[in-house]
């Protein structure tokens, strides 16, 4: 069949995904700029590697999305470098572009003397999740990170919780293989380090680990640990008394320090080297922060991490409200319906108390780390409901973004040979299946290799083959 529209999507991974299929269903020609290998996006680089089944339906999510046959997946391919944005109106004029290209860029600390550390002891969140989820694998070098002990997380939210417990469960895994005992960080971060130490007759004190302590400027109550649009005073109160839980869980899980209401102002520098950070202690008034005069705190590490937010990254072309991308109507994702340039996901992400709703109801990294936290391994129910909820506003984006005339089939056949002269250029072979079997994550990787180890006979004394149970 002829397709009735071309679309642009950039990113292809949750929101991307979403976006593409519901286009493709359509009868839209989709064109799907990945700058990566895989499409998966934060599921892969920002969801630590221990939620390895949620992290598996993910993927296959969003594969079975972009294998809809009215999509052209062009991996490799980042949107103002290998791509400019002119050339996606000009030279493809597409029928609507949509940003689903995630929020990659860390908020700025703003501490110059912390900041020039970057790098070499002070490290911002997505580089440092990156290389976690990373570590080992062949082909990645994202530099070594040293992980001190006592390390210093700045932050407040989930993504902080996430810092905290990569770095004390590494921690705890190389003090005790100091001492002849491996532990598995993935089963550590199902049992807690406590009862994981304890199952191979260690004990916490005797490691000898400070861990990390995480530093939030305001309350632990008001940490960004569980979220509701709107809340009454008393969803409020009670959204407050789960917060705390939740963080009353993390430190005794994972022997986690916490320290509220400071404020970094300056770093520490020893040997011209990062030796940690010095706190100024605050009180709310209202909405505002006072310094308490008189009042600091000094912490000693030369290991420090922020993780107080993302923001989308700039793209020449596409017009910025501050850190922000500048949308003409959050409510529907509009940044430019003349030209048909919409938003999508975490590339709608903002201030307010719309952005704030549909944010809430759309992240769908949130909700996943919300039910881990709560317990569910798994994630099935929010993952459902955070894809639902992208695919209906992607249908309503699309429902007036292809509102206008279908183009005509040498408009398609001009933009499938500008896609086929790209994969020509990068070695894409056209089949994302293939693709993706040949550039695998790494959670198929070792899922398979697992398999296989299971379903290896297992033999006897003498060699003699032992037949595995059903």
């Known amino acids: 069949m002829q397709a009735k529209h071309v679309v642009g999507v950039i990113g292809g991974a949750v929101a991307g995904s979403e976006a593409a299929a519901a286009a493709a269903d359509r009868g839209a020609l989709v064109v799907v700029f990945e700058q990566n290998d895989r499409p998966y996006g934060k599921i892969e680089d920002g969801l630590p590697r221990w939620h390895g089944p949620l992290r598996l339906k993910e993927f296959a999510r969003i594969d079975a999305n972009l294998s809809h046959p009215n999509i052209l997946f062009v991996p490799r391919t980042r949107v103002g470098e290998e791509v400019c944005w002119e050339s996606l109106s000009s030279q493809l004029s597409l029928s609507a572009i949509v940003l689903a290209n995630g929020a990659w860029r860390d908020r700025p600390i703003g501490l110059p003397g912390l900041e020039r550390f970057e790098g070499a002891g002070f490290y911002y969140q997505n580089r440092f999740v990156h290389w976690f989820n990373h570590l080992g694998e062949?082909?990645?070098?994202?530099?070594?990170?040293?992980?001190?002990?006592?390390?210093?997380?700045?932050?407040?939210?989930?993504?902080?919780?996430?810092?905290?417990?990569?770095?004390?469960?590494?921690l705890y895994a190389r003090a005790a293989r100091a001492r002849g005992v491996e532990l598995d960080v993935h089963a550590m971060e199902r049992r807690g380090i406590p009862k994981t130490l304890a199952e191979h007759g260690l004990d916490a004190a005797g490691l000898g680990v400070r861990g990390a302590t995480l530093y939030y400027r305001r309350r632990a109550e008001d940490m960004a640990l569980a979220s509701m649009a709107d809340p009454t005073p008393e969803q409020l109160a009670k959204l407050q008394r789960t917060r705390l839980k939740i963080l009353d869980k993390v430190r005794r899980e994972f022997l986690v320090g916490f320290e509220g209401q400071v404020v970094a102002r300056q770093a520490l520098v020893s040997n011209g080297g990062l030796a940690g950070v010095v706190f100024q202690r605050v009180r709310a008034q209202g909405r505002t922060l006072v310094p308490v005069e008189g009042a600091e705190l000094i912490a000693h590490s030369?290991?420090?991490?922020?993780?107080?937010?993302?923001?989308?990254?700039?793209?020449?072309?596409?017009?910025?409200?501050?850190?922000?991308?500048?949308?003409?109507?959050?409510?529907?994702?509009?940044?430019?319906?003349?030209?048909?340039?919409?938003?999508?996901?975490?590339?709608?992400?903002?201030?307010?108390?719309?952005?704030?709703?549909?944010?809430?109801?759309?992240?769908?990294?949130?909700?996943?780390?919300?039910?881990?936290?709560?317990?569910?391994?798994?994630?099935?129910?929010?993952?459902?409901?955070?894809?639902?909820?992208?695919?209906?506003?992607?249908?309503?984006?699309?429902?007036?973004?292809?509102?206008?005339?279908?183009?005509?089939?040498?408009?398609?056949?001009?933009?499938?040979?500008?896609?086929?002269?790209?994969?020509?250029?990068?070695?894409y072979p056209g089949d994302y299946a293939a693709w993706i079997a040949a550039h695998p994550p790494r959670d198929r990787v070792e899922a398979a290799e697992a398999a296989e180890a299971t379903a290896l006979p297992r033999r006897g004394r003498g060699g003699t083959i032992v037949p595995r149970r059903s």
């Open 138 to 170: 062949p082909g990645h070098d994202d530099g070594e990170v040293v992980l001190d002990d006592g390390a210093i997380v700045i932050g407040g939210g989930l993504a902080s919780v996430d810092v905290v417990k990569i770095i004390n469960l590494e």
């Open 302 to 427: 030369r290991l420090v991490v922020s993780a107080i937010g993302s923001l989308p990254e700039p793209l020449e072309g596409v017009p910025m409200d501050g850190d922000l991308y500048a949308y003409k109507d959050w409510a529907t994702g509009e940044l430019d319906a003349e030209a048909g340039v919409w938003g999508l996901g975490n590339a709608l992400t903002g201030r307010g108390n719309i952005r704030e709703s549909r944010r809430n109801a759309r992240a769908v990294m949130r909700h996943l780390r919300e039910a881990h936290l709560a317990g569910d391994i798994a994630g099935g129910d929010a993952s459902t409901r955070a894809h639902a909820a992208l695919r209906a506003d992607a249908e309503r984006l699309f429902s007036e973004a292809l509102s206008g005339p279908a183009v005509g089939a040498e408009h398609v056949a001009r933009v499938r040979a500008w896609v086929a002269a790209r994969w020509r250029k990068i070695g």
